[in-house]
């Protein structure tokens, strides 16, 4: 078997996370924002709610996601 050769490159930035991408922090109660439908619109609901359920857990905060015009409307509503 033949060993691989791994090579060490410096000074290459770190992409952008995509951590972070939906401005819940942002967010009273009564707002909202609109995600456009990406190639599958089911992946689409499924990251949006899940992101908004993650964020609503480890902050005390509520939303409610809805489709809404070509993709996903998220509402705070505590």
Excluded: L
Aim: proline share 6%; charged share 30%; net charge positive.
């Amino acid at each position: 078997m033949e060993t691989q050769v791994i090579n060490v490159e410096k000074g290459r930035p770190i992409p952008p996370s995509t951590k972070g991408k939906y401005p819940f922090r942002d967010m009273e109660i009564g707002d909202s924002f609109w995600v456009p439908d990406g190639r599958n619109a089911e992946s689409t609901k499924n990251t949006v709610r899940s992101a908004a359920t993650t964020y609503s857990r480890r902050n005390g905060v509520k939303f409610t996601v809805r489709r809404d015009e070509g993709g996903y409307r998220v509402w705070r509503t505590e």
